[in-house]
Nanobody, 123 residues
Framework: QVRLIESGGGLVQAGDSLKLSCTAS????????MAWFRQAPGQDREFVAA????????NYGDAVRGRCTISRDDTKNTVFLHVASLESEDTAVYYC????????????????WGQGTQVTVSS
């Protein structure tokens, strides 16, 4: 069982940058691919970024590619998401997710989820 807790969300201005953190407990994340998804009101959960368990190249969603960096520190059981040049369209609840020894862009493939952290971008 992996428990994930996100932090770092809040109200920011358009053009600002934001760094989200996701800390895991209950198990080491070293064999998990770690991902971020987001969900805006009335919309489906959207893939943002993923860092594979085998340390391959990160994957990014089309909406954030070029503005976003995912990183992981397995010694701290933590994964990070840095998003630059925030836009109002980035407003959403951001979720951290873990998938055991698989990599996917689909939410259905992930085994564990955090409760989410709200990011609101004011224009």
């Amino acid at each position: 069982q992996v428990r994930l807790i996100e932090s770092g969300g809040g109200l920011v201005q358009a053009g600002d940058s934001l760094k989200l953190s996701c800390t895991a407990s209950g198990s080491s994340i070293s064999r998990y691919s770690m991902a971020w998804f987001r969900q805006a009101p009335g919309q489906d959960r959207e893939f943002v970024a993923a860092a594979s368990w085998f340390r391959g190249s990160p994957n990014y969603g089309d909406a954030v590619r070029g503005r976003c960096t995912i990183s992981r520190d397995d010694t701290k059981n933590t994964v990070f998401l840095h998003v630059a040049s925030l836009e109002s369209e980035d407003t959403a609840v951001y979720y951290c997710a873990a998938a055991y020894q698989k990599i996917s862009l689909s939410p259905a493939s992930y085994d564990y989820w955090g409760q989410g952290t709200q990011v609101t971008v004011s224009s």
